[in-house]
C-alpha cells in the first residue's frame, strides 16, 4: 500500500502513536519499556525514518520512468 507524504510532522506524531501501540500488544510490553527497543526487537525503525525511505524510493522510480 502506497502512502502520500510531504512530511506533516502532526500524522507523523499520529502514526507513532498507533506504531507503538501495536508494538505494545504485539509484543506484550509495558508502556515504560521505550520505543527504540520495541522497534529493533521488530527490525523497524522509527516511523519518520520509513516514511523518507518511502520518499526517496518514490523519486528513484520518478527519476527511472517507472
Known sequence: ?????????EMRKILQVWINRRLRKIL???????V??????????RVE???EKKVA???YRLARGK
Do not use: C, H, S
Open 28 to 34: 506484550g510490553a509495558v508502556r515504560t519499556m521505550p
Open 49 to 51: 525514518w520509513e516514511l
Open 57 to 59: 524510493r518514490w523519486g
Open 36 to 45: 527504540d527497543a520495541m522497534l529493533g526487537e521488530m527490525g523497524m525503525k
Open 1 to 9: 500500500m502506497e502512502m502520500f507524504w510531504d512530511g506533516q510532522v
